[in-house]
């Protein structure tokens, strides 16, 4: 009998019908960041989970990663399934090797784990300080898990939001890996963006090479919504202007915990062009990069 699950009440699902749209991708084009949800039937959410989503698939991951004219996706493990990756392999070994993953592991996770989850696509891992979607891990536990997945080529994704970063920062810059932060690092946008705390941030990237940003989920920054995010675009921007080789971009379809609205899929990608100005800037964004970092193989060194 398997376990029922009862999605959160006010649990808002992902855009039923997004635009096709008006922008187009660069072929190649990589959704960085999103999720698969279950479903809960064959892949049980966790039991120390903080909300139980909708089911999300991957076949509507795939179905929407064509409606928007992408070619790849990178599927981050998301803290409803905890460190039990299930979803997330079943999606990348049924993805014809066009996604790659995130995922969450415990520090007692064997070499035999690791290379089962590296031999299904997996690359990274995650660790999350939003205090609201887990309870984090030690630094020390979360420094021997860096030390564990460091000999097998993975980065480390991490999830903050930005006032936790003077106090995070230390153990940040002590990561012996590539690090990639989500969605800016959740810069407070009624904040100037050559203020100081975002200034904080972008320190973050100018003086630790090792670090990435995605320039992704305007809709949970957004203080302007829920059309236009006219006010995250100047953070954006600046992130992918200063550091055009270090940025990844997604959907984050489909949109956990959003409360305020449910974006529509389609009009996040129409935002591309606004945070990455020129053909080249998107090219970086949406192929160079992403490929350089999970799919190095498929690189030509020549055109790196
Ligand atoms: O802000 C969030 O609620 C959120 C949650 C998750 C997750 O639960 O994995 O991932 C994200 O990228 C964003």
Known sequence: MSE???????????HPAPVKPSYC?????????????????????????KYTPCDASKDQLWALREHLGFSRNVIVQATCHGA?????????????????????????????????????????????FVKRLVDALPF??????????????????????????PELYD????????????????????????????????????????????????????????HGYDDVVPFARRIVETFPDRVLWGTDWPHPNMKSHMPDDGELVNMIPRIAVTEELQRKLLVDNPMRLYWPEEVDCVTA
Request: aromatic share 10%.
């Open 4 to 14: 029922k699950f009862t999605m959160d009440a006010d649990w808002l699902q992902y």
């Open 25 to 49: 991708p660069p072929a190649g084009a990589v959704d960085a960041h999103c999720h698969v949800f279950g479903p809960g039937d064959q892949f049980p959410y966790a039991p120390q989970r």
């Open 84 to 128: 039990d990756n299930r979803a997330l392999v079943d999606a990348l070994e049924h993805s014809d090797g066009r996604a790659r993953g995130v995922a969450t592991v415990t520090e007692d996770i064997t070499e035999e784990e690791l290379q089962a989850l590296h031999a299904a696509g997996v690359r990274g891992v995650r660790f999350n």
């Open 140 to 165: 020390d536990t979360l420094g021997a898990i860096a030390d564990k997945i460091k000999p097998l080529g993975w980065h480390i994704v991490i999830y903050f939001e930005s006032q936790e970063l």
């Open 171 to 226: 153990f940040f810059t002590s990561l012996p890996t590539t690090v990639v932060v989500d969605h800016m690092g959740r810069p407070d946008v009624s904040k100037p963006v050559d203020g100081e705390e975002f200034n904080l941030f972008v320190k973050l990237l100018t003086e630790n090479e090792n670090f990435w940003s995605k320039v992704s989920c305007p809709e949970r920054l957004s203080q302007v919504g829920p």
